[in-house]
């Protein structure tokens, strides 16, 4: 079987890492070989979202990077798909496996099945209902053409068939973010550059911000962060500034009395600061997996999400843009009244095996 596999963002890096693995391990089993290309679209490719991940993470260096950056979602779709067909042109696979919910996942998908090609989406089913998200029109997109339909969560799997997926093609494996994190936590790491007595054990908040419905909105923006650093009573707030945020915040001048900011981390440190937290401070969906496996509690500034086992099951909380409910929150993560976790099914470091074994199964 020859595979070609995709990845475009952070995000993809930390869920086709342990596919790679799971591949490896089953070349090494037997006769039979699986083939793959890995392909960077490029949509995310600086040192912080690219490089350094794939170096932590152990991904071999992609066969080819497409070099698809720096444009609207828009653009960045009609190059990604024009340069990918020329890859595919180049390497026909029996399989194209995309990640996710970025452009990548769909512009890639769109492509190879105008080709006449198979393709199995990770990560397939989830739903947040909401149009406005980018990221939701991706998933649609994606799911109304593939073939293989792999879920991390059984609300997943009835959101397909609730939308006439053929069952037969949907497969309950799991979350492979979780195989990457269960496999890393051995590795996890202290940032260096952040001073070490904002990081103490369990004394401190992280938080990560940068959907255009908190951070486009300058006063909007202003508000959650005058609040939050009012609200930790003395504890710091650790914020990792996404790129996308950066900019807002320079038109701020806001001083600070707890929020410190920090460069985006390296994935290693980064579950470093989840895992030693007393809680998350998020609008990041990937977030609030993390937070729910590692029992970390987590707020989630968004009305809706497309992970409800992270509330139903985990860690989460959606608390909207209610600051009164922020606060509250926040309060009893302090006073230690959170709720406890319970991990999912099948989140067991396990779920790459269960796609590739199923792939080789059913590939006919």
Aim: charged content about 25%.
């Amino acid at each position: 079987m020859i595979l070609t596999l995709v990845v475009g963002a952070r995000p993809n890096f930390m869920k086709i890492s342990p596919i790679i693995d799971s591949i490896n391990k089953y070349n090494n089993s037997g006769d039979d070989k699986i083939q793959y290309r890995l392909v960077h679209t490029g949509q995310h490719y600086d040192k912080s979202m690219s490089d350094d991940f794939f170096e932590q993470l152990q991904i071999p260096k992609p066969d080819v990077n497409l070099n698809c950056t720096g444009l609207t979602q828009n653009e960045l779709t009609a190059k990604i798909m024009v340069e990918f067909e020329k890859e595919l042109i180049s390497n026909r696979p029996d399989v194209v496996i995309v990640v996710g919910d970025v452009t990548s996942t769909m512009a890639c998908s769109i492509v190879a099945k105008k080709l006449q090609l198979k393709v199995a989406h990770i990560e397939a089913g989830i739903r947040s209902f909401d149009r406005e998200m980018p990221e939701e029109i991706n998933r649609l997109i994606t799911d109304s053409i593939c073939d293989y339909f792999f879920t991390t969560s059984e609300t997943a799997v009835e959101n397909l068939i609730k939308e006439n997926v053929d069952p037969s093609k949907i497969y309950f494996v799991g979350n492979t973010m979780i195989d990457c994190l269960i496999k890393n936590l051995p590795n996890i790491s202290q940032p260096k550059e952040i001073d070490q007595e904002y990081i103490k054990n369990k004394q401190y908040f992280l938080m990560t911000l940068h959907r255009p419905s908190n951070v486009d909105q300058i006063d909007k923006l202003r508000g959650i962060l005058e609040h939050i650093d009012n609200a930790v009573g003395g504890h710091k707030v650790i914020f990792p500034v996404h790129h996308r945020t950066k900019s807002k915040l320079s038109n701020l001048g806001l001083n600070f009395k707890n929020i410190v900011l920090a460069e985006p981390q390296k994935y290693l440190q980064f579950i470093y600061l989840i895992k030693h937290s007393m809680g998350v401070i998020t609008d990041s969906g990937g977030i609030t997996e993390e937070t729910t496996y590692l029992n970390i509690p987590c707020i989630t500034l968004r009305n809706s999400t497309e992970r409800p086992e992270t509330v139903s099951l985990g860690t989460n909380k959606l608390i909207g843009d209610d600051l009164l409910k922020l606060s509250s929150c926040i309060e009893e993560i302090m006073n230690k009244r959170w709720k406890n976790t319970t991990v999912p099914k099948y989140w067991d470091g396990f779920t790459s095996y269960r796609i590739i074994k199923n792939l080789i199964e059913n590939n006919n």
